[in-house]
């Protein structure tokens, strides 16, 4: 049961690689939501597509190894190139011209690419508890687990289980533990049940693969603020003040160098689309009413 039906569906073919896309049909502006696959899908924007697609034209799709999108291993297959190229075929694929682009998470830094090298298809960002490399305040933790990521450890515990043999011979333990320590609001149950689900769709290899190919050929520091200082679009930024996946200095760096809007949400973990949707939902509709429109 779903609060919203796509009007479409369908799969664009990038070299074998099947990524199913969702459209919801409005005579109106479109947005196209950008999951951070591949530990989670498209269902991530599920208390959002409903009520955004009353006022707005909605594109979605599964990024390749989640979701119906195919299952590919191998860290050359989950590149940024990659990822970004499989958005800009779905807006191909659906007769997209121009998009609004949600995206959460690491999936921003995909979006962020997209519309720095096709600024004439991308009229917005709205990022959600963006992800992105070299702004912000980095967790201590994924600097220490980042250290031992391709050791193989006795009895990890905690952070610790970020790391290539334990995702990929014990995934759903890392799975659990990562969504459990997003979810820092209380009554998170059905949440978290949801993004474990989601997650336990692809597998320990596939999820290993795509975090070690989004290192791969980065920009410099300067070279990564440049592009976010050269873009020419109206900005949101959404961020959980207690979010321990995404510090919030990286949304409030952000939305300063783009000089766009901030809604820190007080008290917010990672999954604030999730745990905290009204809010999040009328916060992208003033944007898309007020600033869109300006």
């Excluded at 790391?163 to 820092?184: A, G, K, P």
Aim: net charge negative; hydrophobic share 40%.
């Amino acid at each position: 049961m779903r609060a919203a039906y796509p009007d479409i569906s369908g799969y664009v073919d990038r070299a074998g690689v099947q990524i199913y896309y969702e459209v919801f049909e409005n005579d109106a502006p479109s947005l196209l939501f950008i999951p951070p696959s591949p530990i989670t899908h498209s269902r991530i924007f599920k208390a959002q597509i409903p009520y955004l697609s009353r006022t707005h034209r909605i594109v979605t799709f599964d990024g390749r190894g989640a979701g119906h999108s195919s299952r590919v291993s191998g860290v050359d297959w989950h590149t940024r190139a990659e990822n970004v190229a499989d958005a800009r075929a779905v807006l191909d694929a659906t007769g997209t011209d121009e998009a609004i682009l949600v995206a959460h998470c690491h999936a921003n830094w995909w979006a962020m690419e997209l519309a720095a090298g096709n600024p004439d298809r991308v009229a917005g960002w709205v990022a959600i508890d963006p992800g992105l490399p070299y702004i912000g305040t980095p967790h201590r933790h994924w600097q220490e687990a980042g250290a031992t990521w391709t050791e193989i450890l006795d009895d990890p515990k905690g952070w610790q289980l970020f790391n290539r043999h334990v995702i990929t011979t014990r995934h759903r333990d890392w799975i659990e533990f990562f969504f459990r320590s997003q979810l820092v609001e209380p009554h998170s149950t059905k949440q978290f049940e949801d993004a474990v689900a989601w997650a336990l769709e692809s597998t320990g290899e596939i999820l290993a693969d795509s975090e070690e190919a989004q290192e791969i050929d980065p920009p410099t520091k300067g070279e990564f603020v440049a592009s976010l200082e050269s873009l020419d679009l109206p900005v949101l930024v959404v961020h959980g003040e207690a979010d321990v996946c995404q510090h919030v200095d990286k949304g409030r760096d952000l939305a300063a160098i783009t000089g766009g809007d901030l809604l820190v949400v007080a008290g917010g973990g990672h999954l604030t689309l999730a745990r905290d949707p009204v809010r999040v939902n009328m916060a992208i509709s003033r944007f898309l009413t007020e600033r869109m429109a300006a």
